[in-house]
């Protein structure tokens, strides 16, 4: 019997045991001392397993358009708040303090570009 592990069985062993159980399906006589490995028993594990696939399947789809769903949204959001962002500075101005509310700098707080004073000053003179 195998230890439960919180991991999965690798894809390549699963495909090897039901291509196992196909096999046994196949061989006439199979009576096993321990009903556990009986044909029914394990059929009834094989069919749950099938099961159980499908349901993640459509969990998984059902995850995928969710995600889906909640990126176009944020980008509708995301969009939103940068017409926001510009409509304030159009009612409000540039410098104004409802711009620094929405975490914008103000267009006072901006650095102010060097002015050039090296060359040109000594081309000048």
């Known amino acids: 019997m195998a230890i439960t592990l919180n991991t999965r069985i690798p894809q390549q062993t699963l495909q090897a045991d039901i291509d196992a159980f196909l096999g046994l399906k196949g061989i006439p006589g199979y009576t096993p001392v321990n009903?556990?490995?009986?044909?029914?028993?394990?059929s009834r594990l094989h069919d749950a397993l099938r099961a159980a696939q499908e349901t993640e399947i459509h969990a998984q789809n059902a995850l995928a358009?969710?995600?889906d769903a909640t990126g176009a949204i944020e980008r509708d959001f995301h969009d939103a708040i940068l017409g926001v962002k510009s409509q304030v500075k159009a009612q409000f101005g540039p410098d104004s303090?409802?711009?620094a509310a929405l975490g914008l700098k103000k267009k006072s707080d901006r650095k102010k570009s060097p002015t050039r004073t090296g060359k040109e000053a000594a081309s000048t003179a």
């Open 35 to 42: 009903q556990s490995y009986s044909l029914e028993a394990v």
């Open 97 to 99: 303090d409802q711009v």
């Open 65 to 67: 358009a969710a995600r």
